[in-house]
Nanobody, 124 residues
């Protein structure tokens, strides 16, 4: 029932910025924590950021802390990931995910709903 669609990916030079968006449907009237994960070719999916339903609690993966900011606009059913000071190692497909819970999760198995992903490529 829940559908998530990511957008905003693209090609950016090292040190540049991107803002990813995740449009959610089927979540109105329910409480969902949201998260962002990424997966590079040949590597496992890893945690990037997560945010509580109210937006008051956020978590970040160690590799991106200080360089990314997660936020959400529940009126628009949209979650954002602002990424700054991008590095080539940030190159990956970025996925948003939703968990029907007031608890904020940092591990992917706790998220039941996933988008198709958006490609981010950072050139050196």
């Amino acid at each position: 029932q829940v559908q998530l669609v990511e957008s905003g990916g693209g090609l950016v030079q090292a040190g540049g910025s991107l803002r990813l968006s995740c449009a959610a449907s089927g979540t109105t009237g329910s409480t969902y924590a949201m998260g962002w994960f990424r997966q590079a070719p040949g590597k496992e999916r890893m945690f990037v950021a997560a945010i509580s339903f109210s937006g008051g609690i956020t978590y970040y993966g160690a590799s991106v802390k200080g360089r990314v900011t997660i936020s959400r606009d529940n009126a628009r059913n949209t979650v954002y990931l602002q990424m700054d000071s991008l590095k080539p190692e940030d190159t990956a497909v970025y996925y948003c995910a939703a968990a029907h819970s007031t608890v904020v999760y940092t591990i992917e198995r706790m998220y039941a709903f996933w988008g198709q992903g958006t490609q981010v490529t950072v050139s050196s």
